[in-house]
């Protein structure tokens, strides 16, 4: 079996799709290559469908503004040059990971995402890969996403970096959480 053979699934837009049924005793979500989501017992108090899913998002304009706007990164190249003197930290990866389900959460859920090498390459010395989890606050009227650091682990051994996520958008049929990793300084 080649590397094609045992790639997870892609959606019609090329992204990376991995769901499963997570039971109140728990489960494990992995999408090759890119993460692992584990649930603990007792997360969910009934069996709920989960997707975890990764998207090109941090890549597009809007996603790199966001990040951006709320100190996760260097200015977009669209909006002009870097600022003044400012020390500018890399651009987040070019995929970011979308867990999903039917059912919110009544505990934290571990996160492992694989830090490829070639954004490894871009990261300065100094800085450390680290995991930001989107929210969001405001009414119906005037809703803002931003961006929240997650306390992670790095380790550059393994190219792998770990956080609890306990912190996700809250939806009508269920949560979102919206997960990238960028780099910030040590």
Do not use: C
């Amino acid at each position: 079996m080649d590397a094609l053979d045992r790639a997870p699934p892609r959606d019609q837009q090329g992204d990376f799709v991995a769901s499963a049924l997570v039971s109140p005793a728990g489960g494990t979500i992995e999408v090759e290559g890119r993460a692992t989501v584990v649930f603990g017992a007792g997360v969910f108090d009934r069996a709920t469908e989960v997707t975890v899913a990764t998207t090109g998002e941090p890549g597009t304009e809007g996603g790199q503004l966001d990040y951006y706007l709320l100190g996760g990164g260097p200015k977009p190249p669209f909006l002009g040059p870097p600022d003044g003197d400012a020390v500018t930290e890399p651009p987040p990866m070019s995929f970011d990971v979308q867990i999903s389900g039917g059912r919110i959460p009544s505990g934290p859920i571990q996160v492992t995402m694989v830090v490829p090498d070639d954004y490894l390459a871009t990261v300065p010395d100094g800085f450390t890969p680290k995991i930001f989890v989107e929210l969001e606050s405001g009414g119906a009227q005037e809703l803002h996403g931003y961006y929240d650091i997650l306390d992670s682990e790095f380790d550059p051994a393994t190219g792998l970096v770990r956080a609890r996520v306990t912190s996700w958008i809250e939806r009508v049929d269920g949560f979102q959480a919206n997960l990238l990793v960028g780099s910030r300084k040590d």
